[in-house]
């Protein structure tokens, strides 16, 4: 190794063709260098990136991120509000809907009311007629009977007048009758 | 034709400030890093088009990776931990490009990185936990017997971790270079031997452009791995009890 440095040394001319160079990463007379530069350029590397290029980069992926939950929040907000128009919908069908059965339970009632008093009026009206019909059928009756014992009088005093050729006596005709009836 | 281990050289530029070919390489990998990302969020799109997509993608995949190790308050780390990973990351790639350098190839540079990292879990463990810090070596409900040599072990596992944190990185991309240079170079030899060797020069070409494709995965899985170690490492600076 040693010797192969040295042979590197003292040839000049580098890429020669079949030139014995050492073994570079162990050439100690280049580490100074390299360590200065690396050091040079890690410390620039470092310093634009923590400064510069990093935020930029972090701040677009914040941003997003940031607007995605806002936008997020504010789709969950507009659900909400819809969840609550729908809510406030549903309230006041379902008031409406009562409010109509109310109605249609008022007018039911009204209208029933209204058709039992005209049914009663009816009523009374009829029973008055027939309680007036049946007056009148029984006074007939009661006139159609008292009629009864005239013509049977008349009848009897007729028949025994032909029978008899002479008319009988109405006192007796009515006795007689009266003796049947009973 | 040239060595496999040429491509490693360090060149210089300017002797005069000490400015090699590697220096060249480090700046032009940060260059990248810094206006690659500036010009992938130069619009701030809250729907990110394709490059403001790959940058958030890599900032939320170095932010995921230390939260999960350190949990919230490991942030504080995030600015090390991704110019750490995207430095890795960009340098190893820019390594792929055929004909240029690869800064972390030199043991040098991960060391560097490394100490870096070791250098952070010491000095935070340190000033935030004060001697508690200690008990990083000392794990509870050990016997007392066996306490020292836990101890000794504890404290030599720690003192390993600068050495292969770095020299895994470094050995990585090393071998995987020099292994495409012998490939790339069977190539040239066989077609130069001529004859009925010529025929076979395809042979190792489909072997350089296969490991061509692992070496990208190792770049990448390479600068994966420093970081989760880092941020392994910096779980212990934040919480030192086991």
């Known amino acids: 190794m040693a010797q192969a440095q040295t042979n590197h040394a003292t040839t000049e001319a580098p890429g020669g063709a079949h030139e014995d160079i050492g073994f570079p990463p162990f050439e100690t007379e280049t580490y100074a260098g390299q360590l200065l530069w690396l050091a040079i350029t890690f410390v620039v590397l470092y310093t634009l990136l923590s400064r510069l290029v990093l935020p930029r980069l972090s701040g ?17 907000a507009m659900k909400s509000r819809a969840e609550e128009a729908g809510t406030a919908y549903e309230k006041s069908l379902s008031e409406a809907k009562t409010r109509a059965q109310a109605l249609a339970q008022e007018t ?43 013509i049977a009088r008349d009848t009897a005093s007729a028949i025994i ?20 009836k009973a | 034709m040239a060595s496999p281990i040429e491509q490693f050289q360090i060149k210089p530029l300017i002797p005069v400030i000490n400015f090699t070919n590697s220096s060249a390489f480090m700046i032009g990998a940060a260059a990248v ?24 993608v890599l900032h939320d995949f170095v932010a995921n990776t230390l939260v999960d190790a350190t949990g919230k308050e490991g942030m504080k780390f995030f600015p090390l931990v991704f110019s750490l ?16 350098f690869t800064v972390t190839s030199h043991i040098i540079v991960t060391f560097a990185l490394a100490m870096l990292v070791i250098g952070t ?20 409900g050990v016997p007392g017997w ?15 971790r600068p050495i292969s944190l770095s020299l895994r990185l470094f050995a990585n991309m090393l071998a995987g270079h020099i292994a495409l240079k012998v490939f790339a170079g069977f190539v040239v030899s066989l077609l130069a031997a ?19 494709a692992l070496e990208f995965l190792v770049a990448a899985l390479q600068a994966y791995v420093f970081t989760v170690l880092t941020c392994i490492y910096l779980n212990d600076a934040l919480h030192p009890g086991h």
């Open chain 1, 60 to 76: 677009i992926i914040e941003n997003r991120r940031a607007m995605i939950a806002s936008d997020l929040d504010d789709a969950a």
């Open chain 2, 146 to 160: 066996l306490l020292p040599f836990i101890v000794v072990i504890e404290l030599i596992s720690f003192l390993s």
């Open chain 2, 121 to 140: 879990v010491v000095v935070y463990g340190f000033v935030k936990h004060g001697t508690h810090f200690l008990g990083l070596f000392v794990p509870s």
């Open chain 2, 33 to 56: 890093i810094v206006g690659g990302l500036l010009y992938a969020t130069r619009k701030r799109a809250v729907v990110p088009g394709r490059s403001q997509s790959v940058a958030e």
């Open chain 1, 108 to 150: 039911r009632a009204k209208l029933s009311a209204e058709s039992d008093v005209k049914r009663k009026a009816l009523e009374a009206d009829l029973n008055q007629r027939l309680a007036e019909a049946e007056a009148t059928i029984s006074s007939k009756k009661s006139e159609a009977m008292s009629h009864v014992d005239a």
């Open chain 2, 85 to 100: 990973f995207m430095f890795v990351l960009t340098a190893n790639l820019l390594g792929m490009i055929p004909g240029f």
């Open chain 2, 194 to 212: 001529g004859g009925a060797l010529t025929i076979l020069a395809p042979l190792p070409l489909l072997m350089a452009v296969a490991l061509m």
């Open chain 1, 161 to 180: 007048e032909r029978l008899t050729g002479k008319a009988p006596a109405p006192q007796k005709v009515e006795a007689a009758l009266n003796q049947i």
